[in-house]
């Protein structure tokens, strides 16, 4: 789809597909174990109690991390930012 996607205190496994759009999600790192965030073309940027995380490509970027929880966060966007707020 295309649009901005802005996502508050949500739980569960989340899978998000953007093809055109940024996305921020703010959630509880307690709630999530493997998070995995991809962008085509953009940025990806995690931050959790433990710090900030960039994630690592040319004209994108992709990274994953694992948290206390239970709950998978999938993240893949075509052209756009990705920013998750694990608090």
Request: hydrophobic share 40%; charged share 25%.
């Given at each position: ?10 739980g569960?496994d989340?899978s998000?597909?953007v ?8 959630a ?20 959790t109690?433990?710090?900030r995380?960039?994630?690592r490509?040319?004209a994108g970027?992709k990274l994953?991390?694992s948290?206390?929880g239970?709950a ?5 966007a075509?052209?756009g ?5 694990l608090?």
């Amino acid at each position: 789809g295309v649009g901005d996607l802005h996502l508050v205190d949500v739980g569960g496994d989340l899978s998000v597909d953007v093809g055109v759009g940024d996305v921020e999600i703010t959630a509880r790192w307690s709630d999530f174990g493997p998070v995995t965030l991809d962008c085509g073309v953009g940025r990806a940027v995690l931050r959790t109690p433990a710090g900030r995380q960039s994630g690592r490509g040319f004209a994108g970027s992709k990274l994953g991390a694992s948290g206390p929880g239970a709950a998978r966060l999938e993240v893949d966007a075509g052209v756009g930012d990705v920013t998750v707020r694990l608090r």
